[in-house]
Structure formats: C-alpha cells, structure tokens
C-alpha cells in the first residue's frame, strides 16, 4: 500500500543503500524508462517541504539520478523501496523503484 511520503522515513531507507550495490527502475509518465541498472549508491538525498518532493541518487561516485514529483511510497522489508509521484487525478507520473536484487522483466 502506498503511503505518502515522510521526509525523514524515506531518507532514512534511501540512505540504507548507500554503500550497496542496488537495481534501479525509473519511469516518467510511460515514455521512458530503466529497468535493472545496475549501481553502487554513493549517496542518497530527499529534499522538498512536502506534499511533493525530489529524491537524488549518486552511484558509482561519478554518476546522478534524480527524480521530481515524488509524492508517495512502499518498502517492501529492507530489500525494495517504491517511491511514486501522482498528480491531482490520481494518475502516476514517476515512479523509481530500488533493490538488492534485478526486477523481473
């Protein structure tokens, strides 16, 4: 079930992977994606006032990936992390799962 976010949970999870090697899968509004990078985060970051927010991963010390409009999220135990941005009409427009091990295809 997806809970909005709270700045200082989800920066805490996100900050469980720094040091760790992670699968990233991103999405914005179904016209692009990635689906199982593979990285080594380096640091993990959450930064807005709320309802919406941004979250930036730094991997393999040389590399960014950031996502706006975040707004919700799910952990599944400590080894996946959902964060998703809906817009007013409930849609999902980004979405930027991480995990220790590949998504299925």
Request: glycine fraction near 8%; proline fraction near 4%; avoid cysteine.
């Amino acid at each position: 079930m997806m809970n909005p976010i709270d700045k200082p949970v989800v920066e805490s999870m996100l900050r469980s992977y720094v040091g760790a090697d992670v699968y990233l899968h991103s999405e914005a509004t179904s016209f692009m994606f990635v689906r199982n990078f593979k990285v080594n985060v380096t640091h993990a970051f959450v930064a807005g006032e709320g309802p919406v927010y941004r979250a930036a991963l730094r991997f393999d010390g040389h590399g960014w990936l950031r996502m706006e409009a975040l707004t919700h999220y799910e952990a599944e135990g400590d080894s996946r992390l959902l964060l998703a941005g809906y817009d007013d009409r409930g849609r999902m427009n980004v979405a930027l799962h991480i995990g220790k091990e590949p998504f299925s295809e």
